[in-house]
């Protein structure tokens, strides 16, 4: 038994005024009961109003006469005894950004729903009509709303239940007889009912998509799964190979120091063994000479003559000492090499560092693009294929070159020994003496020409100012460093724009293109390598195209320059803003 009263609703026992437990409760005479201070003071309160009931709104004439409920008291101190206590009803108080009870007196409740027929708010007591009294059945109850009042017709002060079709808005029974007459309207239930038929329409549509983007997610993960697994993968074969290349160059580095110290050891042995010998015989030599001198000391001719045996050549005692030697010198003394003895090795060994880091360089750009071009294509068909984006077109304006604007740097290990370069390696100049450069397998020895250190990839625009005749370049870093094949413009590895003072000629493999366009001593290129597009271009006040080529390159580029031996006096690389 107490276990069922302790499980009774407080709420049905509590003041819907003051939303405690009753104290002395009341019963009006519409059979709801309240404290009777409650509603004393909510009658007196609108003592010019007729007193009515807060819950029902129910009438009195003439005010009733309040007294107590005994029944109602004795049962409600039975039940607090067994723990009956008031519902915390704070929770149920309305806020700031709750929809209030619009029948609530004093401190309002939370409206649990709004009528869009009374077009107000009611909290779970105030409601409780609406649910009871077939009154109210037919009444269509809403989730709390504060815009109830927007239902209200602004000109006639009516519901609007109506939709005109013609305007899109809702409107009032009086609006479409009289400013929407003739209009297209229907009830704002049917327009309703027909909107949410198009949307259930287009729910599932994008139902249908939903399913379709979790299936490109899944692949998308299988993907990202794919691509981690085959990168991991890279890494570790790469980390492998590179350790094997490191562990090769000390195998070499240690081979190299072995194979040094066992020449030096060697070399060292001879010459000390040499050393010896001719020790030996500088000792050799004292004593006879010592020998000569006390023979020479005597007085007496017989006795000198009895005891000075007969003498030898002295070039015969020098015979053995010159073929111990004979390995080093053309004469009878030693003469000494220039101290170079393991200077070879040493330039031997630095060709092999150059050699490398050039295949480093040129090689590295392939393993750039190798990356760069990872890409992940999906196989979702699709209704139509889309075209595949043209390429970008080439700039039309000395603006648009500039955004794709490079510094280009001249390598001192490929510049002709009769080239110096200047301004941080951007300008080259021809010189009437040889400079002193260090020999460089790179290097031009036939032609006046330089690359750049740079190696182009994607899209690149750069200036060059020349003075006399000059021949600007591309080419390929494979390209002869001697011959007639190093000539730029020569051979299929270099691409090469002859500029005169009064003339332009185009050369690759040896053909030649005569070239027309205004004199300028200042030209630019443009390369879009991807593209296989390759631009000269005269630069004075304007920019004019003197040739264009449309080719497919296979490697990386590199600018350059040939200063003609005659005309030529230089070339700069100019820095662009």
């Known amino acids: 038994m107490a276990q069922q009263e302790n499980q009774l609703d407080p709420v049905k026992f509590s003041c819907s005024i003051c939303l405690d437990l009753l104290k002395d409760p009341v019963t009006i005479p ?20 007729l007193p009515s009931c807060p819950q029902c709104r129910r009438t009195f004439i003439p005010r009733p006469e309040l007294l107590k409920n005994t029944m109602l008291a004795d049962l409600l101190e039975e039940l607090k005894k067994t723990g009956l206590q008031a519902a915390p009803a704070d ?11 619009d029948f609530c007196s004093g401190r309002k409740l939370k409206a649990v729903k709004s009528c869009l027929v009374c077009l107000a708010s009611y909290c779970q007591k105030h409601l409780q009509p609406h649910r009871d009294s077939s009154t109210f059945k037919k009444h269509q109850l809403v989730d709390p709303s504060k815009n109830l009042q927007d239902n209200i017709c602004p000109r ?38 027909e909107r949410q038929r198009e949307m259930e329409v287009s729910r599932q549509q994008i139902q249908l998509e939903i399913q379709d983007r979790e299936k490109d997610v899944k692949l998308l993960q299988q993907e990202v799964e794919a691509i981690d697994q085959s990168a991991d993968k890279t890494v570790e074969d790469s980390e492998e190979m590179f350790t094997e290349l490191i562990s090769l160059l000390q195998r070499r580095s240690s081979e190299v120091k072995q194979q040094i110290r066992s020449q030096q050891e060697s070399e060292v042995r001879r010459v000390r063994e040499l050393e010896e010998k001719l020790q030996q015989e500088i000792s050799d030599l004292k004593r ?66 150059g050699r490398l880091q050039d295949i480093l360089r040129d090689t ?16 979702r068909p699709e209704p139509e294929p889309e075209p595949e984006p043209e390429p970008e077109p080439e700039p039309t304006s000395r603006a648009g070159f500039l955004k794709y604007s490079c510094e280009i740097t001249l390598d001192p290990n490929t510049v002709n ?3 110096s370069l200047s301004e941080q390696n951007r300008k080259v100049t021809l010189m009437n003496q040889r400079q002193s450069y260090p020999d460089h397998p790179d290097r031009f020895s036939g032609y006046y020409q330089v690359l750049s250190r740079e190696s182009l990839t994607g899209r690149h625009y750069w ?14 870093k494979n390209i002869s460093r001697s011959g007639d094949e190093s000539r730029f413009g020569f051979n299929d590895k270099s691409w090469s724009l002859v ?25 630019g290129v443009y390369l879009d390598h991807r593209a296989g597009v390759l631009s000269f271009y005269s630069v004075s006040g304007t920019m004019t195209l003197l040739h264009r080529v449309q080719t497919s390159f296979t490697r990386p580029l590199h600018a350059g320059v040939w200063i003609h031996w005659s005309t030529g006096k230089s070339a700069e690389f100019c820095k662009l803003k």
Request: net charge negative; proline share 4%.
């Open 417 to 419: 020994p009769y080239l």
């Open 91 to 101: 929770h149920c108080y309305a806020g700031p950004e709750d929809v209030a009870c």
């Open 364 to 379: 590295w750009t392939n393993v750039s693009l190798a990356v760069a071009d990872v890409d992940v294509l999906l196989s």
């Open 288 to 353: 006879r000479d010592a020998e000569m001198k006390q023979f020479s000391d005597i007085e007496d001719h017989n006795q000198f003559l009895h005891n000075c045996p007969s003498l030898p050549p002295l070039s015969q005692s020098k015979h053995s000492s010159s073929i111990s030697i004979r390995h080093l010198t053309h004469s009878s003394s030693i003469s000494i090499r220039p101290l170079r003895y393991f200077q070879d090795v040493a330039a031997a060994v630095s060709e092999v560092r």
């Open 499 to 523: 500029c005169s003072s009064d003339s332009y000629v185009f050369m690759y493999n040896s053909i030649r293109t005569s070239v027309s366009g205004p004199a300028s001593s200042r030209i």
């Open 156 to 193: 006639h002060g009516e519901v609007m239940k109506m939709f005109c079709r013609t305007d899109q808005k809702c409107i009032c029974y009086l609006c479409s007889v009289d400013e929407h007459k003739g209009h297209d309207t229907v009830t704002a239930a049917a327009e309703r009912t």
């Open 463 to 476: 200036e060059v100012e020349t003075a006399g005749r000059v021949v600007v370049a591309v080419s390929y």
């Open 30 to 49: 519409c059979g709801h009961s309240y404290c009777m201070k409650c509603i004393k003071d909510f009658w007196d309160e609108g003592e010019k109003k």
